[in-house]
Every structure is written in structure tokens, then in C-alpha cells.
């Protein structure tokens, strides 16, 4: 059985067209709108300035001063597509104990190994809108990916954001809000990174659409046109988030933004993400979108990945032999390689990986215990590649509860739910049960048969068992009727009690697999249900009085063709729920617990309900397709609040069996503000190595090296390495330079000076604390989400959207009658805008202004107020939305 990542097969489809040169990078870029620019940005940021990194920076100066130029050209690359066990395999140093470090996909489970556990996929995560779960999870995952022995999680993603609904790869992600997606990501990164593995956030950025999102010779990949606000304060801000929790990696986007490619775009790289963000750690290429040599290693580019050209498995790169090449001959700075190596050895030291961490045990490649060492390779050797270590400990139990607490009751007609087990039941849909060939029948989960579990690509992992709902409901009531199928079958008449539960499903994943005509994105299929499932719901409710609709979905869905039926009296989201979709549902079908999930986008009652620009996808052009973010901040329940459309169900919604209510709120100031925050720190000392061109002898070949063919390393042979070299001590080529190049390092803008930014962002500006209680005549118990939203005061200068998302926590399981006081905070980021003039953080109502924060439980059920003015809060008031 052969377990292959997802990539590789678009680099098949799109490799003969594939351009192997890297002149492309260095051309003339093709036209974007007026306005959008991808200003040059140089030299890159030394790494190391920050006291948070100080230990890991003393420790990987002292390992890389004793590097050759080959062993950094070495760990700043990876070795090959398919050329060792894991996903990305890099180089390694050693001579001196710096192994080959494993990168793995994926956000939600090791990927392509045996033994694991398939979480919940991360728009399930956001749906709980439970900080302390959304932290389980990622200490769980952390400790599958050190179990399994990898250095590196591909993961989290929240690029895309889920900007358009119909986005491929945004159940990948934690909803679509920045907010809910920077908290949901910081805690991810947190709870991994505490078990010693490297997180990576990914895309960065703009990666909102599957088509047209790769560079190939015909066509460049598309280009993401955000303006410089929009950027800081929706797509940046979960960037920001996770630097300032400390992630150690950023991977890049395939897309170009503003018309650069994002793995050579130095402005978002070196200017925004290393300087201003303050970002420590490395940043990698999305696989095989490297383009350029030397203009990416310019523009902040630190490790390549999988390590080739965008064709792969012909041993040809354009880093490892090439940047010991353009290193020698004096075009990359050889202050630029030490910074890189730097950077990639100080990840590895700050997670603690010097210290007894295991090496990789499992191989992505195949499931026998013996296999190809280097499969990629012509003639590879083999050994063991397989130890089938279980790393799965009860980590069943976080991604039940979460597949669980995720669970979202959008209508509850009559409180037909939650079901008696008495209750005559039928089943149907083919959603109910597990894919008949088993779980993980189609690779990379590329087909939507059986219970839909997760999307598909390579955000995926193997499901060690997958609980269904259908079995876990026959454990309750044995002789459920069950007909799987997506056509409504001939019945006998019900009896008006009788209940169908119906199960529908919406499907999506990466570009690199077409599924029923959904080339990633969901454009085929669109907003309704796959297998017309629609219908299935309509005609179920023409027989039966009571319909229980169960959706598994990566996103919205347009559910104007039934939800208003009588007879659908219940719909119940479960998102994607991982293996653990069965005994989670029945759980909340049945009453054991109460739903506390909530939605983590906005269900519009129309595609048509947002812009175009969000709406559609955008379509084939020739040259570069332009993806032009003309809605600016307004996103999701962001637009439909500021143009006056109801959604069906808003962003944020989310029923319970229990009867909360929200009273005794209270807010107090924290910080006071100044408009923009206090200067910075000036950034402390890096690490200083010798910037001359080492000699070219570091680059020879070793004596009797034994080369794998295809297999990718940094050596030259001599006379080629003599030649760069003595090119390089005259000084005589010169690299035609990006526009703007300096290599002079600078101080860091004034909205810098720590990770995610200046540090005073993150002062608390306003606490909240509100009473939640179930009341004394509630039926059930259960959990509730306690959400803020701002509403920036009258007649500042700046537009802002009617309502956003500020913070959340939910609360404990509360009996009847049983309330908690739970507290909030406004940081003074929350209370900023990003100003395009001053390039910095302000806080509009500095100077007294009245920012009111709503409390509630939906972006549109807003109990009460609390106004930062007069530290007065209060109820009963009518919402702006
Ligand atoms: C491409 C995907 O975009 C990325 O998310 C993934 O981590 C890499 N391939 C590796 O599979």
C-alpha cells in the first residue's frame, strides 16, 4: 500500500509544463490593479534580536560557526521530493549532530502513518469555540508528531481564512474570522510546540482559493490583491497571533500577492513577517513553488521544500548545490546563508529537539515494516521503515469531545431534539456510514463516499478506525431503519411520531485532485448538498413530520430549499468530526449532552448575498488571474452587517438544549491608551559570523561519497566550485539585484519590537466579566459561548465594520439553575486600526471615545452592552445588527 502526499500529484499533472529556470522570478511581473503594490523590502532581518530567542540564538551560533558552507546550504533545504520518510525530509549537518529534520503534514493528524489518531479537522476545532479544547487538541497532536518522531507539524493553517465560502481549503482552517482563527491557531501552536515539536503556520497569505493558486511556465499562480489595511487587520492578524505565541515556522503561500510570488516576496517576508512581526524562527516554501534562487533567498526565504525545482525527482534544485554555488560566486550574501542556517538551527534548539528527541519511526511512503530507504531515488537501498509505534494514548477522548463540542444546533423546532431512544427511527443518506471500501479507501480522502470525515489534499491523515454514525446509533436503538442511499426510497407511510434523520454532506480539499467535478474548490457543486442531498431532505419531510438533518460540511451550505419545511425540525452541523463521527453525534442526538458548538462562518440565504469578489471564484485569464479583495475588511458577517442582509444564520449561531441567560456585566479599564502604543525597544544584538566567501573547498565533494541519484545535496564538484569562487573574490559578477536591494540591516518599523508586533499591542485594555446562567427551569444541562463583539466609536476617521469578533470563552458544563462568571479581554490591538498613513496601530478613542463591547452568544443575538467610556454596562438594548 503506497501513502502518498498530495503534492506530488499536482506537480505531476502540472510538471511538463513547469518551468525549470528560474528567469521567470527575475522577469517583468505581470500588471495588478492600481494600488495594490508589493514594495521591495531589504536586506532580511537577522534573526536572534528578541530575548524569547535568546538561549535557542547563543546555542545555534555556536553549532553554525562550526558549519562548512555545504552543511548550511544543507539544512536549508530539503533533499528531494519522496527521498526519506517524511513529507519534507531537509539536510542535514551530521559531522556535527544536526540531523535530517522531518516535516509533516498535517493540521489535523500525522499524516500517512499507522497508529495515529484523525482529529477533528480545524473548522470543527473553531466550532467549539473552546479555548481549553482547542489547547487539548494541540498538546495531543504535539505528542502524535513527537511520538511518531518528527521535528516539524505542517500546521495550523489559517491561510485561507475563509474568505469565500466556496475556498477549498478552508475547513482546514478555524472559521472565518480572524479572531476566531488567530486564538484558535496561538493555542494550537502553544499546545504542540510545549511537546517539543515546531509548528508552521501556513499559507501565508492570501492563499483564499484552490484554481490558478500555482506558478507554471504558461501562467504565473494567482496574485491576491489585498490592500495594506485589510492585510493587517483580517488575513495578517492570525499570522501575528501565532508569531506572538512563539511558532517556529511560516510556510508561504503558493499565490502571488500584489503580483509577487509569496516564497520571493520580500516585502511580506522580510518586511512584514521578520521585521515587523518580529518573526525568530524560519520560513519554508509551500512544496515545489520555489522559483528562484537567489531572489528568494534575498526576499527571506530560509528553507526550501521538498528541496526541488518545481519539476521534482530530477535531482535538480535551485538552492542546496546552486546556493552553495551563488554563495561562492558572491550573489547571495554569505550573511544572508548564516542567517538562514541560523534561523533553522535556533527553531530546533528552542523546541528542546537537541535533547533526546526521537527520530522518525514511520514512513510515509508505505506501510511494510522494510521499504525503500529513498524511494524517489533510482537505486534506493532498503531497510526497516516502518516501527508501527502506537501514539495514539487516549487521545480518542480529546477528538470526541471535540468532535463533540463542536456540534451546532441551528433549529430545534417543537425541542424535538434531543430523540428518545423509543422513538421509531429511520435512517437515510450514505452520509450515515462509513465508506463501504473503508476509511481510507480513496487516497488523500479524494472522493466523498461514506461518512464525510474530513476534506481532502494533504491536510489529511489516516483514520486508524472511523465510528460512524450509524453504528453508534444502532447502539442506541438496535433496530433503526437504515437505507443508504442519496434517493429518497419507497417507505411505508410513517406514523406522525416516526422520525428520519437524514445525513448530508459538502466536500472540498487541495487543487491537486478533482472530486465529482470540484476542482478543489468547491465549483462544481457549489453551496448544495453533494448527491442531491437537498432533494433527499426535501422529500424526506414530504413524508415524515419530524426530520432531523445531520449536515458533515467544510463550510456553509445554502439550505433555503428546506429549512423552512415544518417537518425539518432539527438540523444539526457536525463539521468534519474526524474518526470519532459516531458516538459524538449520538451523544447530542440523544440528549446525553446539550449541542454547545457554533457557527464558525455565516450562512447567507444566497451565494449572491456577498460581492462578487467573495461570491465567486475567480476564473481562467491569460496571464496572471487577478484576485482583487475589493471588499476591503468586509468579510463574511462583516459585509452582510454592513449591507443590511439577514443571513439565514449568522455567524456565531448556535442552539442548546439548556436556557441560558447573561446578566451582571461589568467592565473595567486595564491600560489606558495612548493613540498609537509606546516607542519600541530597539532590537538587541544577533550573531555575528565572518561575512567573507569561505573557501571553496567547504563546497568539494567529500572523498568517496556514495551518491544516491536524484537525491539532492549542496556540494560542487571542484573545478565548478574553484570557478564561483574565484568569480566571487573578484568581485566581478554582479548579481542584477532586485530593485530597492540593501544589505544594510535596518531598526524595525515602530510597529515592531516584539513577536506579533510592538508589545503594547498586547496589553490588556479592558476586562469584561459576565454572569452566565442556565436557568432553574432548564430541562438540560450544557455549555455556553460567551462571545464579545466591538463596535468602534461614532465619528472616528476611520471606517470600521459593524460588529467584530474580540474574544470568546465557554463555559463549564452548568446544571439548572448552576451559573459561572466568565471574563473577557480587549487587548490594545482589539481597539486599533491599522493606520495605512502613520503605519502603525491607533486606538481611535484614545481621547474618551465610546466603544461599546456586545455580549452574546451569536454575532447577532447581542444581550448586553458595556460602553468603555463610562464603565457602564446594560441590557434589553436592540443590537446594530
Ligand atoms: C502543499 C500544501 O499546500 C501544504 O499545506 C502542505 O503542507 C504541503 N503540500 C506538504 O504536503
Not at 51 to 72: F, G, N, P, R
Not at 539 to 545: D, F, G, L, N, V
Not at 662 to 687: M, N, Q, Y
Not at 860 to 877: H, I, Q
Amino acid at each position: 500500500m503506497v501513502h502518498r502526499t498530495s503534492a506530488i500529484w499536482l506537480s505531476l499533472v502540472l510538471g511538463p509544463f513547469a518551468s525549470l529556470s528560474h528567469a521567470r522570478s527575475v522577469g517583468p511581473r505581470d500588471a495588478v490593479p492600481e494600488g495594490y503594490r508589493a514594495a521591495p523590502y531589504y536586506p532580511t532581518p537577522h534573526g536572534g534580536w528578541l530575548d524569547s530567542w535568546k538561549e535557542a540564538y547563543t546555542k545555534a551560533q555556536a553549532l553554525v560557526s562550526q558549519m562548512t558552507l555545504a552543511e548550511k546550504t544543507n539544512i536549508t533545504s530539503g533533499v528531494g521530493y519522496w527521498m526519506g520518510p517524511c513529507v519534507g525530509n531537509s539536510g542535514s549537518a551530521d559531522r556535527l549532530g544536526f540531523p535530517q529534520l522531518c516535516l509533516q503534514d498535517s493540521a489535523l493528524g500525522v499524516a500517512s502513518a499507522d497508529n495515529i489518531t484523525a482529529f477533528p479537522a480545524g473548522i470543527t476545532t473553531g466550532a467549539t469555540w473552546d479555548k481549553a479544547l482547542i489547547y487539548a487538541r494541540g498538546v495531543a497532536l504535539g505528542e502524535e508528531f513527537r511520538g511518531k518522531g518528527t521535528n516539524v507539524y505542517l500546521g495550523p493553517t489559517v491561510g485561507p481564512l475563509g474568505r469565500k465560502p466556496l475556498g477549498g481549503r478552508n475547513w482546514e482552517g478555524f472559521g472565518a474570522d480572524p479572531v476566531l482563527q488567530a486564538k484558535a491557531a496561538a493555542l494550537t501552536i502553544q499546545g504542540v510546540q510545549e511537546q517539543g515539536i515546531i509548528a508552521t503556520i501556513k499559507h501565508y497569505v492570501g492563499n483564499e482559493q484552490e484554481m490558478y493558486r500555482m506558478y507554471n511556465v504558461f501562467q504565473p499562480g494567482y496574485s491576491a490583491n489585498i490592500d495594506d489595511r485589510t492585510l493587517h487587520e483580517i488575513y495578517l492578524w492570525p499570522f501575528a497571533e501565532a508569531v506572538h505565541a512563539g511558532v517556529g515556522a511560516v510556510m508561504t503561500a503558493y499565490n502571488a500577492v500584489n503580483g509577487s510570488a509569496c516564497s520571493q516576496h520580500s516585502y511580506l517576508v522580510n518586511g512584514i513577517l521578520k521585521d515587523e512581526l518580529g518573526f525568530q524562527g524560519m520560513v519554508m516554501s509551500d512544496w515545489l513553488s520555489h522559483i528562484s534562487g537567489v531572489d528568494s533567498a534575498l526576499a527571506g526565504l530560509d528553507m526550501n521544500m521538498p528541496g526541488d525545482t518545481n519539476i521534482p525527482l530530477f535531482g535538480f534544485s535551485l538552492w542546496q548545490y546552486e546556493l552553495t554555488r551563488s554563495v561562492l560566486n558572491g550573489s547571495v550574501p554569505m550573511d544572508r546563508l548564516n542567517d538562514m542556517a541560523t534561523r533553522v538551527v535556533a527553531a530546533w534548539y528552542k523546541m528542546g529537539q537537541d535533547k533526546d528527541h526521537p527520530r522518525p519511526n514511520f514512513s510515509s511512503n508505505t506501510r511494510d515494516k522494510d521499504g525503500l530507504l529513498y524511494p524517489a531515488a533510482l537505486f534506493s537501498p532498503t531497510g526497516q521503515v516502518n516501527w508501527f509505534v502506537n501514539v495514539q494514548a487516549d487521545h480518542y477522548l480529546v477528538a470526541r469531545q471535540v468532535a463533540q463540542d463542536a456540534i451546532t444546533l441551528l433549529k430545534n423546532n417543537g425541542s424535538l431534539l434531543p430523540l428518545s431512544t423509543s422513538a421509531k427511527i429511520s435512517v437515510f443518506g450514505t452520509d450515515a456510514q462509513v465508506n463501504p471500501a473503508g476509511p481510507n479507501a480513496c487516497g488523500n480522502r479524494a472522493c466523498n463516499t461514506g461518512t464525510l470525515g474530513m476534506g481532502w489534499g494533504s491536510g489529511v491523515a489516516d483514520y486508524p478506525y472511523f465510528d460512524d454514525p450509524i453504528s453508534a446509533i444502532r447502539k442506541r436503538v438496535p433496530d433503526v431503519e437504515f437505507h443508504n442511499t442519496d434517493t429518497f426510497p419507497s417507505v411505508d407511510t410513517p406514523s406522525p411520531d416516526d422520525v428520519a434523520i437524514v445525513f448530508i454532506s459538502s466536500d472540498s480539499g487541495e487543487n491537486s485532485f478533482t472530486v465529482e467535478g470540484n476542482h478543489g474548490d468547491r465549483d462544481n457543486d457549489k453551496l448544495a448538498a453533494w448527491h442531491g442531498g437537498d432533494k433527499l431532505v426535501q422529500k424526506a419531510a414530504e413524508k415524515y413530520s419530524n426530520v432531523v438533518v445531520i449536515v458533515h460540511t467544510v463550510g456553509p451550505l445554502v439550505l433555503e430549499s428546506w429549512i423552512d419545511h415544518p417537518s425539518v425540525k432539527a438540523v444539526l452541523f457536525a463539521h468534519l468530526p474526524g474518526q470519532e463521527a459516531g458516538e459524538s453525534l449520538t451523544n447530542v442526538l440523544f440528549g446525553d449532552v446539550s449541542p454547545s458548538g457554533h457557527l464558525p462562518y455565516s450562512i447567507t440565504k444566497a451565494a449572491t448575498d456577498y460581492p462578487d469578489s467573495i461570491a465567486n471564484l475567480r476564473g481562467f485569464a491569460f496571464g496572471q488571474v487577478q484576485d482583487t479583495y475589493s471588499e476591503g475588511l468586509y468579510i463574511d458577517y462583516r459585509s452582510l452587517n454592513k449591507r443590511g442582509i439577514k443571513p439565514r444564520f449568522a455567524f456565531g449561531h448556535g442552539l442548546s438544549y439548556a436556557n441560558f441567560t447573561f446578566s451582571d456585566a461589568t467592565i473595567r479599564p486595564v491600560t489606558s491608551l495612548s493613540l498609537v502604543p509606546p516607542p519600541r525597544e530597539p532590537k538587541g544584538t544577533t550573531p555575528s559570523y565572518p561575512t567573507t566567501i569561505p573557501n571553496a573547498s567547504e563546497a568539494y565533494w567529500p572523498d568517496n561519497f556514495n551518491r544516491i541519484w536524484r537525491y539532492l545535496y549542496p556540494w560542487l564538484d571542484r573545478d565548478e566550485a574553484d570557478r564561483a569562487y574565484a568569480i566571487g573574490v573578484a568581485g566581478e559578477k554582479k548579481y542584477a539585484y532586485p530593485e530597492g536591494y540593501s544589505t544594510v540591516q535596518g531598526p524595525g518599523p515602530a510597529a515592531g519590537g516584539g513577536e506579533g508586533g510592538n508589545p503594547a499591542l498586547w496589553d490588556v485594555a479592558y476586562e469584561i466579566t459576565v454572569t452566565v446562567r442556565n436557568a432553574d427551569d432548564s430541562t438540560h444541562a450544557g455549555k455556553a459561548s460567551v462571545q464579545a463583539y466591538l463596535q468602534y466609536p461614532e465619528g472616528i476617521p476611520y471606517d470600521t465594520p459593524v460588529v467584530q469578533l474580540r474574544d470568546f470563552e465557554k463555559t463549564r458544563e452548568l446544571r439548572p439553575g448552576e451559573s459561572e462568571t466568565v471574563t473577557l479581554r480587549l487587548t490594545r490591538k482589539d481597539v486599533s486600526v491599522w493606520d495605512v498613513e502613520l503605519q502603525n496601530w491607533v486606538v481611535p478613542g484614545s481621547q474618551g471615545g465610546r466603544y461599546t463591547v456586545w455580549i452574546g452568544d451569536a454575532s447577532d443575538r447581542l444581550f448586553l452592552a458595556c460602553y468603555t467610556d463610562t464603565g457602564k454596562c446594560e441590557g434589553g438594548l436592540k443590537p446594530p445588527v
